[in-house]
């Protein structure tokens, strides 16, 4: 069973530098990671990255790598001089199994890798009009792309908490899951179609919990987290 003390990830989903800064300092300590994504790092870049890493926290850096295998084996090279590198990376397991062996060969267990499996934001009917098989739900085609990530060498998949159990059932306990969606009771859905309480994913089989807006755009965020890590039982 994979083992995280402390499974909250707080998204810095802004632009603004000196905010994410300051909620990624407030909140060591209370959470597990902090995430940047695309909206910050296109902000910032590597400056922006290590300004937040100096807070203290491990990063997920949520990129989302989706390109020909050799196009994103660069890419990870280049973000593998980044000083702290990420504690977690994410490219799409939808690039196929060429791209995510090049994924992993590139990171070279330096950091743990990860393939976006479904995305929380699309339903069934959203898969359908992609273009994915109509005889299978979100919980089949996230369980079968987590699968090829396992046989990838990918150490695990960004999920929705629907799907945890199967994935967890297919690949092992000891193959990570990082369950956005998260939303504490009574929270707003938002722009969020697949959520799931904390206590529900974690016991669904979540490893880390992508926590955003209930913290971020809490009064004190810091509290929020708190309260959180009190209901999961792990303050």
């Known amino acids: 069973m994979t083992t995280i003390s402390n499974p909250i990830c707080v998204p810095l989903d802004t632009p603004d530098l000196s905010r994410a800064v300051e909620l990624a300092a407030a909140l060591n300590g209370h959470v597990g990671y902090v995430k940047i994504g695309l909206e910050f790092f296109y902000a910032h870049g590597a400056s922006g990255y290590e300004a937040v890493a100096r807070a203290g926290l491990p990063i997920f850096l949520d990129l989302k790598l989706h390109d020909i295998p050799n196009t994103v084996a660069a890419g990870l090279a280049s ?27 590139a990171v070279a267990d330096r950091v743990r890798l990860i393939g976006v499996t479904i995305l929380t934001s699309l339903s069934d009917a959203d ?45 092992g306990a000891d193959f990570l899951t990082v369950v956005p969606g998260i939303r504490p009771a009574g929270s707003a859905i938002q722009d969020q179609k697949r959520i799931a309480t904390p206590r529900a994913a974690c016991d669904a089989g979540a490893d880390i919990l992508v926590i955003g807006r209930p913290i971020t755009q809490a009064d004190d965020p810091v509290v929020a987290a708190v309260a959180i890590l009190e209901e999961l039982g792990a303050a």
Do not use: W, Y
């Open 127 to 171: 898969l359908a009009a992609a273009g994915f098989a109509p005889d299978k739900g979100t919980a089949e085609h996230a369980t079968g792309l987590a699968r090829l990530a396992r046989e990838c060498g990918l150490a695990g998949v960004v999920c929705s908490a629907h799907d945890t159990a199967g994935i967890k059932q297919a690949c």
């Open 79 to 105: 973000l593998m001089r980044l000083d702290p590198v990420p504690s977690i990376i994410n490219v799409h397991t939808t690039g196929g199994p060429a791209m995510l062996r090049a994924a992993a060969d």
